[in-house]
C-alpha cells in the first residue's frame, strides 16, 4: 500500500524521495503539469502526486509508463545506469565530480569527433532564438530574418509540416514522445534546406538533449530570457490559455512555468548569446538583439 502523502518528511526513504525529485524535474524540463503527465502516462494523477512527494512506493510497470511518457530510459528516471556498458561506466567515472566548465569541455570534445558538427563559419550564417513561450522569439525572429534577408523558420510550423497535421493532433494521436521524434526530423530539414536562415525554436526543444545537441552544433544561438510573470503576462495578452490548461488558477499556473524556467534555465544557458528581454519594449529588445549579433553573424544579407 502506498505510504500517505501526509507522511514524517524525515521518515522518507533516500531512494523515493530521490525518485520524487527526478520524476518533479524530467516534468518540468518537458513543460508536462502532473494533470498533463499523468493523462500521458496514464496512470493515477494521485499516485503521480504520492510518488512525487516521496512516499509513493511505484511499481515497475508504472515506472515504465512514466519513462515514456517523459522520453527518458527508465535508467535516468530511477537514476541507476549500473547496468550500462563497461566503457560507458569508465567514461562515466572520468566525469564524475567535474566542474560545469570542464564537463562543457567535454562535450564539445565529444560532439567534434561524433557529432559532425558544421563548420564555425557555417554555423554563424543561422540563428537559432531559444526560450520559453512569451520570449519574443516568433515576433522578433521575424524582424531579424526581414531586416538580414533571410527565411524566417517557426520550427513548429516545419513539425506540423512533418507530421501533417497539428500539434494539437500530434500530442494527442501520438504522445510527447512521437512531437520529439518530429521536432528533431524537422531541425534536420531545417538545417538542410537553409543555409541561412533565424529560427524560432519552440520552448521544450531542451528537453532532447540529442535535438539539442543538433541545435548548438549548426546554429548560433540566443536565449531570449524574461522573468517567469513576464512570460505569463505576453502570453495571455496573445490570447494563448495553455499554461492554464491542467490547473485550478493563475496560482498554479504561474508555478508550474517558474518549475519549467528553472528546470530549463541549465539548457538554455549553453546557448551563445543571452539577452535579458524584461521590461523592454519590442524596439528596445529588437536595437538589443542586433547590437549582440552585429560583430558575431557571418556576412548577414
Request: aromatic fraction near 4%; include cysteine; charge should be neutral.
Amino acid at each position: 500500500m502506498d505510504a500517505s502523502p501526509s507522511a514524517d518528511p524525515d521518515s522518507k526513504d533516500p531512494f523515493l524521495a530521490s525518485l520524487g525529485e527526478r520524476t518533479r524535474a524530467l516534468r518540468s524540463r518537458r513543460g508536462l503539469t502532473r494533470k498533463g503527465l499523468a493523462k500521458a502516462a496514464d496512470v493515477s494523477e494521485r499516485h503521480l502526486a504520492n510518488v512525487e512527494m516521496g512516499v509513493g512506493n511505484a511499481s515497475i510497470q508504472f515506472l515504465r509508463q512514466l519513462a515514456q511518457a517523459l522520453n527518458c530510459t527508465l535508467a535516468e528516471l530511477v537514476g541507476d545506469e549500473t547496468a550500462s556498458s563497461p566503457e560507458w561506466l569508465m567514461i562515466r567515472e572520468i566525469l564524475r565530480g567535474r566542474s560545469e566548465p570542464e564537463l562543457a569541455q567535454a562535450r564539445a570534445a565529444l560532439a567534434s569527433v561524433f557529432g559532425a558538427p558544421a563548420s564555425e563559419a557555417a554555423r554563424r550564417q543561422r540563428v537559432a532564438l531559444v526560450g520559453l513561450r512569451g520570449a519574443g522569439k516568433s515576433t522578433l525572429g521575424r524582424l531579424l530574418a526581414e531586416h538580414w534577408g533571410v527565411p524566417f523558420v517557426e520550427l513548429n510550423r516545419s513539425v506540423e509540416a512533418v507530421a501533417g497535421c497539428s500539434l494539437a493532433e500530434i500530442h494527442s494521436l501520438y504522445g510527447p514522445a512521437a512531437y520529439r521524434r518530429y521536432e528533431r526530423r524537422a531541425l534536420e530539414d531545417t538545417i538542410q534546406r537553409h543555409p541561412r536562415a533565424v529560427i524560432a525554436t519552440p520552448g521544450g526543444i531542451v528537453s532532447d538533449p540529442a535535438t539539442f545537441n543538433l541545435l548548438l552544433a549548426h546554429c548560433y544561438s540566443v536565449w531570449l530570457r524574461a522573468t517567469p510573470e513576464e512570460h505569463m503576462s505576453r502570453v495571455l495578452a496573445q490570447g494563448d490559455t495553455r499554461p492554464m490548461a491542467g490547473n485550478s488558477g493563475n496560482a498554479e499556473a504561474m508555478n508550474d512555468l517558474r518549475r519549467i524556467l528553472e528546470s530549463r534555465a541549465a539548457f538554455y544557458s549553453k546557448a551563445d548569446e543571452v539577452l535579458d528581454t524584461s521590461e523592454l519594449s519590442l524596439a528596445d529588445a529588437f536595437a538589443g538583439l542586433k547590437e549582440r549579433l552585429a560583430t558575431v553573424i557571418a556576412n548577414p544579407a
